[in-house]
């Protein structure tokens, strides 16, 4: 496995045994923001990031893998400082080694399979730096690739609200990237809100918002499909109604 200047990866695996089955080992990890909460400071990503995985460890003897990380919008609260001392520089967190060199990425994985790891930044949308790295790497696809976009916020979401409001407004770069990869996007994931959801289209490509373990929950009702009412909604936790009667809950709120 290895990274090149504009950080694109190489990734491999190796076989571990379980429960008498050879399974693929993975030699390198993704870590989706928000990586501490609510606040990026050094002392946060100490305790509750890098800390349990110095003990883990401690427990731990084999090979050596690598670890990347997509920034939340929380880790960009203090304008990614904490986050590029710990991910941009020749570092390890436990066992797995630091090398990424932006906070944005591609990775090359087996069976025709790529991971675009996309940096929202706090505008909810890609620079013109992303965009030509992106487009770079879409002209390398071929026919037979497949595509896994790992987004911080589900776009699929925030740009049906955004066009429903203001239906006249310019697209986005990120739209944009979408619109280009096309079919080749078999599975979209993203985190933000605090639930999980997945919607799917005819052709079993997905589209999941798992933002769990948040400070609070996100109601699951409400916007069954996307932009182009193409991909609809399968399956939530908490499901939909249960979500509609817990939001009567928050009257307990009212003084």
Known sequence: ????????????????????????????LIFGGDLVYPAPDKENYDTRLVGP?????????????????IPGNHDWYDSLVAFRRLFFR???????????????????LPRHWWLFAVDLQLDHDLDEAQYKFFSSVCDQLTAEDRVVLCLAEPIWIMERKRIDA????????????????????????????????????????????????????HPTHGLDSDTLGKFKLKNSFPSKW??????FLNLGFVV
């Open 242 to 247: 249960t979500s509609f009667w817990l939001t």
């Open 90 to 108: 020749d570092g390890v967190i436990g066992f797995r080694h630091t090398r990424q060199t932006r906070s944005y990425f591609v990775a090359k």
């Open 166 to 217: 203001t239906p006249l407004v310019a697209k986005t770069l990120i739209a944009l990237l979408r619109e280009r990869l096309g079919s080749k996007v078999v599975i979209s994931i993203a985190g933000d809100l605090h639930h999980y959801r997945r919607h799917s289209d005819d052709s079993d490509n997905h589209q999941i918002t798992c933002g769990t373990g948040g400070a609070f929950l």
């Open 1 to 28: 496995m290895g990274f090149d200047v504009c950080g694109r990866i190489c990734a491999f695996s190796t076989f571990s045994a379980l429960d008498g089955l050879d399974l693929r080992r993975g030699r390198l």
């Open 53 to 69: 995985y110095r003990l883990a460890a401690e427990f731990y003897w084999g090979e050596q893998a690598q670890v990347v990380a």
